[in-house]
């Protein structure tokens, strides 16, 4: 079973600068591709970035120049730095992992999603 636990949300002022982490746990054979998605209230979940395990990145334009992805060192764990944060920013994060187990093909795995609150 795999788990995904995100950290690292909470509220900034506008201009602020916050730093998320995502970590997967379980019986992970392989990671190929991380994520992070936003969900504010009222509106459709969205990809905020992602990087595969070549490092190849993608950025939403939102956040393009803002924004940092990054994995690990342990390759199981993905981060996103967000700077110059604007209330539009605010939104529930939501990590998500495409994983293949040791018994099972590749398959998305969600986390439950940190709160990121930027106050104007």
């Known amino acids: 079973q795999v788990q995904l636990v995100e950290s690292g949300g909470g509220l900034v002022q506008a201009g602020g600068s916050l730093a998320l982490s995502c970590e997967a746990s379980?019986?992970?054979?392989?990671?190929?591709?991380m994520g992070w998605y936003r969900q504010a209230p009222g509106k459709q979940r969205e990809l905020v970035a992602s990087?595969?395990?070549?490092?190849?990145?993608n950025y939403s334009d939102s956040v393009k120049g803002r924004c940092a992805i990054s994995r690990g060192n342990a390759k199981n764990t993905v981060y996103l730095q967000m700077n110059s944060l604007k209330p539009e920013d605010t939104a529930v994060y939501y990590c998500?992992?495409?994983?293949?187990?040791?018994?099972?093909?590749?398959?998305?795995?969600w986390g439950k999603g940190t709160l990121v609150t930027v106050s104007s």
């Open positions: 990087i595969t395990s070549r490092d190849t990145t």
């Open positions: 998500k992992m495409t994983i293949a187990t040791w018994n099972r093909g590749a398959m998305d795995y």
């Open positions: 379980g019986n992970i054979f392989s990671i190929s591709i």
